[in-house]
T-cell receptor, first 109, second 113 residues
Framework: GENVEQHPSTLSVQEGDSAVIKCTYS??????FPWYKQELGKGPQLIID?????GEKKDQRIAVTLNKTAKHFSLHITETQPEDSAVYFC????????FGKGTTLSVSS | ETGVTQTPRHLVMGMTNKKSLKCEQH?????MYWYKQSAKKPLELMFV???????ENNSVPSRFSPECPNSSHLFLHLHTLQPEDSALYLC????????????FGPGTRLLVL
């Protein structure tokens, strides 16, 4: 069935470092890949998304890359700050939006 | 804020109680969703409504009963729940059921004793 694998499950970085979270998906028909950030006590918030006709998208310190051939997509956060600490989820569309299990990012100052 | 609100934010109930969760979206969307979020698991889609009609039910136990009276409001009626139903219940909306971009509410943290 449709599946999205996300790695790592936890990630600890120093403030100012970069963080990379990777996801793979199984449905070759998927063409939309959003990333959500969930802070404690809040619902997931969309931070960036990419469609299959684009290989990379940037928004300030956040970027997402997509390799459709390998069915991989990644979230890159540069110059991390303590407020980036949260759980990040990737997702891919299929018959429904399929989510990864999440990555807990901790940024220490 | 995403334009999706949920009440209550926290709920404690016994296994014999009946309660309801409420979701309201102010985005003019046509599709609404209920998800269950448990620790260490991916978000689990429970129900999808499009233009007030249920289009998907992912084999959810009958002790969960959704209701969508109009495109802006969504309810989840709960009765005779089990302790394993304790979780964060998230509501989301999108322009259409094909979405694909979904916007989430803050969730209701449910504890079943």
């Amino acid at each position: 069935g449709e599946n999205v694998e996300q790695h790592p499950s936890t990630l600890s970085v120093q403030e100012g470092d970069s963080a990379v979270i990777k996801c793979t998906y199984s449905d070759s028909a998927s063409n939309y890949f959003p990333w959500y950030k969930q802070e404690l006590g809040k619902g997931p918030q969309l931070i960036i998304d990419i469609r299959s006709n684009v290989g990379e998208k940037k928004d300030q310190r956040i970027a997402v890359t997509l390799n459709k051939t390998a069915k991989h997509f990644s979230l890159h956060i540069t110059e991390t700050q303590p407020e980036d600490s949260a759980v990040y989820f990737c997702a891919a569309n299929g018959t429904a939006l399929i989510f990864g299990k999440g990555t807990t990012l901790s940024v220490s100052s | 804020e995403t334009g999706v609100t949920q009440t209550p934010r926290h709920l404690v109930m016994g296994m014999t109680n009946k309660k309801s969760l409420k979701c309201e979206q102010h985005l003019g969307h046509n599709a609404m969703y209920w998800y269950k979020q448990s620790a260490k698991k991916p978000l689990e889609l429970m129900f999808v409504y499009s233009l007030e009609e249920r289009v998907e039910n992912n084999s959810v136990p009958s002790r969960f009963s959704p209701e969508c009276p109009n495109s802006s409001h969504l309810f989840l009626h709960l009765h005779t729940l089990q302790p394993e139903d304790s979780a964060l219940y998230l509501c989301a909306s999108s322009q259409d059921s094909g979405g694909p971009t979904q916007y989430f509410g803050p969730g209701t943290r449910l504890l079943v004793l």
